[in-house]
């Protein structure tokens, strides 16, 4: 790990090992954020099935009727 680090730095791309790191952590944060929002959403999704409350229709025909919606808007 920390010859990654070094490699890095040496690449020119961080000025030190704290940059490297700190960009790292926000990489981190921001995926921890993603997994969070889908976690939540599948619960919403998991609690409309359980509720019977979902849609026959083709992911294309709600495509297309989210376009002909849109478009007389």
Known sequence: MIAYIQEKVESG????????????????????????????????ALEQLENSEYSTKSISAIAFEVLDQSQQS
């Open 13 to 44: 791309l961080y000025a030190n090992a704290n940059e490297v790191i700190k960009a790292a952590l926000e990489l981190l944060r921001e995926r921890d954020m993603k997994v969070d929002s889908l976690k939540l959403e599948l619960g919403r």
